[in-house]
């Protein structure tokens, strides 16, 4: 198959990783000099907890002609670059497209697609369970297994399942449908924004959020009370279980993250203002419909992404 990568970060870099391991025709788009180092080194990717480095070669390309035709686009960006790529896909006459990340916006952006493309577009959205940072031309990637992605329509399954399956067929990695996936995005930011919050606050020095017990235990806080905004606004709490005990055992999450925290892994996890601010600026707007009150999570917003 004839599939682009677009975007060559952590997830986007191990995911063409997989799909080159499964035997097909891959391209990535990147730029600048991430583009010259893919096209001088390779695709190099350091795999953290497996103790070993691959080096792919793939095919570079530094902009999406309209006329360049695809099987399948694989969009992994930051939540803040998804607004400047969608018109950029809408002249393309690629017409599979699956967006992977923090998403608070699913509906508008499939709709923008469907109303403005040139060529019909089927649309899914994603999730990769990888995590990791970039540096000196490498990625270092963090992964379990042979890496997954959570996936789904808005309207019903995915329309393109076949081609996803035939992607992914020839890998070990794992494709996980939900039904519900813009709810199970929503939750995922729930968990993602408050911790970054915290981390960004102090520079990524773990040592330093460890011991700030007070926005530790705020970052608990401000997760049970987004998830009972989302549970306000009508959206299902999945995985359930995870809501349930953040919010039944916030003592023995704040624990467990700061065992987590504590470890040389959570070092290696990256995250971006820009992100986290537009992913922020997103949840107000549901916050502000909602009853629910959130004074931990407006005081994190208060210290952390005001002084950061």
């Known amino acids: 198959m004839n599939i682009l990568v677009y975007g060559a970060g952590v997830q986007g ?3 063409a990783h997989v799909l080159v391991k499964g035997g097909h025709d891959v391209t990535v788009l990147a730029r600048g000099k991430r583009a010259e180092e893919l096209e001088k080194e390779g695709l190099v ?11 792919d070669r793939v095919r570079i390309i530094r902009r999406l002609e309209s006329g360049d035709a695809y099987d399948l686009i694989f969009v992994m960006m930051k939540y803040s670059d998804f607004g400047a790529v969608l018109p950029i896909l809408e002249e393309n006459v690629s017409r599979h497209i699956v967006l992977v990340g923090n998403n608070m916006n699913t509906y508008a952006m499939q709709d923008h697609l469907s109303k403005h493309g040139t060529s019909p577009k089927q649309v899914a959205f994603g999730f990769q369970t990888t995590a990791g940072t970039r540096t ?31 992607a992914f067929m020839t890998t070990k990695y794992k494709l996980s449908y939900h039904d519900q996936i813009d709810a199970w995005l929503k939750n995922h930011m729930v968990l993602v ?18 011991r700030d017990n007070r926005r530790m235990r705020q970052l608990v806080a401000a997760m049970g009370e987004g998830f009972r905004v989302l549970e306000s606004l009508g959206y299902p709490l999945t ?30 996890i990256d995250g ?4 986290l601010t537009a992913l922020n600026e ?7 419909r909602s009853n629910v009150p959130t004074p931990n999570w407006n005081a994190l917003e208060t210290d952390c992404l005001t002084q950061s």
């Open 13 to 15: 870099s191990y995911l």
């Open 45 to 55: 990717i350091r795999h953290y907890l497996q103790r070993k480095t691959t080096v």
């Open 136 to 166: 000196d031309g490498r990625v270092i990637c963090i992964r379990v297994g042979h890496g997954e992605m959570v996936i789904g329509g808005l309207d019903g399954p995915v329309p393109f399942r076949s081609l996803l399956e035939q």
């Open 193 to 210: 924004v408050p911790m970054n919050m915290v981390i960004l606050f102090h520079s990524f020095q773990m040592k330093q959020v460890v």
């Open 239 to 268: 995985p359930a279980k995870q809501a349930s005990w953040i919010t039944g055992y916030p003592n023995l999450i704040r624990c467990a993250l700061k065992i987590f925290f504590m470890l040389p892994v959570s070092r290696l």
């Open 272 to 275: 971006t203002a820009v992100e």
């Open 282 to 288: 997103d949840f107000t707007e549901w916050r502000a």
